[in-house]
């Protein structure tokens, strides 16, 4: 939109821009067109804008693509919007409060947005944390944000936002825009980035918790020696920084984010997993159509040949009667990348199905919990001819995800679950299809 057209917008509907909404205008038409451009949007692809205001990105996004979800915390301009683009959806409501879970059910989506300042970071953490359905993020930012996201190590502006976005989002600076495009103009230059996720290989997998943990650690204080604000971890500092090529007198803005990543692996006592999985190792039961043990073979030749054998799923629930979903591994050798049960595993070979359950949910959750069976679903093409007992337990987390197996992991409501699976089934892999079908089939009638 032109400055005159916000300007006597503005006017009729008898408003000025809130500076508690951080409400700042772009009124350059060529500079909008060239922010949603950046989204690479094709037709049908679903995207969302947060924070539209009179619709200065929407005209041109709509115009690419019609699958658009617009959040917009003002109550008038929403009224406004509905007018103006009365085939988009829109949600009345505070940005930094969107259940990104909502967004699962529409696929991989497309985020824009003139973020306030106040919220900025707010709003990244929360759509770019694990789990996240969105695969570009294009955000105008104040530049100083924009210049810690894009930071270089030894740099003032690099720092724990830096690495922590960083690990699982690649981030460009793509251009700065002076305070002039907006009405009323900022005090301060504001910038564009693009956020896409990492590819497969960029770095190694790592424990994202600990990570986590280990940066806002040695970012507490800036000035003191990494060791010193990771005093507390014993951590054999010698043997880390040989392990990592630094000087034991090493801060924490000098370690580059292959170094963070190489840091909490060491802390961990794990090496990086890199590799697909081994699948000729593992042994299996073979059985018959009645689920009795005829033999024993491979893991591999049990998938490869489509021989019935034996597996465990468990659904994990909170207090709030969520889900707790896993995505596997891109390194799994079946269904790499696909969201499964809480836990799930197979039966080895002379082992039985109530001692694999509890085993599977320490070894992929890193934690304990009572299992209660409440399913056996029969060997079909869907299960991967696999017989399954389903069960269930009940956890608040937080859970520690093994790299190699789990990609990242989260709970959802039974209705979040319902909607995802009936817009995305390819999202999911075939056996937890079906032991959500079972487990969601109503109980019969006691008989008599």
């Known amino acids: 939109m032109k400055l005159s057209t916000i300007t006597s917008t503005l006017a009729q509907m008898g408003m000025q821009p809130t500076r508690s909404l951080g409400q700042n205008f772009l009124h350059d038409q060529n500079l909008a067109d060239w922010i949603v451009a950046q989204l690479g949007l094709k037709p049908g692809d679903a995207w969302l804008e947060l924070g539209p205001g009179l619709g200065a990105l929407t005209?041109?996004?709509?115009?690419?693509?019609a699958n658009g979800l617009l959040i917009e915390k003002d109550g008038r301009m929403c009224g406004f919007l509905r007018e103006r683009f009365p085939e988009v959806e829109i949600v009345h409501g505070d940005a930094t409060e969107f259940d990104v879970r909502e967004l699962f059910a529409r696929g991989p989506v497309k985020v824009m947005g003139n973020l306030p300042y106040y919220v900025s970071s707010q709003i990244l953490f929360?759509?770019?944390?694990?789990?996240?359905?969105?695969?570009?993020?294009?955000?105008?930012?104040?530049?100083?944000?924009a210049e810690r996201l894009s930071a270089e190590p030894r740099t003032k502006a690099y720092g724990a936002l830096t690495l922590l976005i960083g690990r699982r989002w690649r981030v460009k600076y793509l251009r700065t825009l002076p305070?002039?495009?907006?009405?009323?103009?900022?005090?301060?230059?504001s910038a564009v980035v693009a956020l896409t996720p990492r590819p497969v290989g960029d770095f190694p997998e790592c424990d994202g918790a600990l990570f986590r943990k280990l940066v806002k650690l040695g970012f507490a204080q800036r000035r003191k020696l990494l060791r010193k604000n990771l005093v507390e971890q014993e951590i054999d500092w010698p043997a880390l920084c040989a392990h990592l090529g630094v000087l034991e007198t090493t801060r924490a803005e000098e370690l580059s984010l292959a170094q963070w990543i190489a840091l909490t692996n060491f802390a961990a006592g794990t090496a990086p997993e890199t590799a697909a999985q081994d699948v000729h190792g593992e042994m299996f039961d073979v059985v018959d159509e009645n689920d009795r043990v005829t033999g024993q073979t491979s893991r591999f030749n049990a998938h490869a040949q489509k021989l019935r054998h034996r597996a465990v799923?468990?659904?994990?629930?909170?207090?709030?009667?969520?889900?707790?979903?896993?995505?596997?591994?891109?390194?799994?050798?079946?269904?790499?990348g696909l969201w499964d049960s809480s836990a799930a595993g197979h039966v080895s070979a002379g082992d039985d199905y109530a001692a694999t359950a509890p085993r599977e949910v320490r070894e992929e959750l890193g934690v304990e919990a009572e299992v209660e069976e409440i399913a056996a679903l029969a060997a079909c093409v869907g299960t991967?001819?696999?017989?399954v007992r389903l069960y269930r337990a009940r956890h608040e987390g937080p859970f520690r995800l093994p790299p190699a197996e789990i990609e990242s992991g989260g709970f959802f409501t039974p209705a979040q679950i319902e909607r995802w699976i009936a817009a995305r089934p390819q999202d999911f892999a075939p056996g937890f299809l079906e032991c959500w079908r079972v487990f969601n089939q109503p109980t019969p009638p006691p008989a008599g």
Do not use: M, Y
């Open 384 to 387: 991967g001819w696999e017989f």
């Open 59 to 65: 005209e041109f996004a709509l115009a690419r693509s």
């Open 313 to 336: 799923h468990v659904f994990v629930f909170n207090e709030r009667g969520d889900l707790f979903l896993q995505k596997r591994s891109r390194w799994k050798d079946k269904c790499p």
């Open 126 to 145: 929360q759509f770019t944390d694990e789990p996240s359905p969105v695969s570009t993020l294009i955000f105008t930012l104040q530049k100083e944000l």
């Open 179 to 189: 305070g002039s495009v907006f009405h009323p103009a900022p005090n301060v230059d």
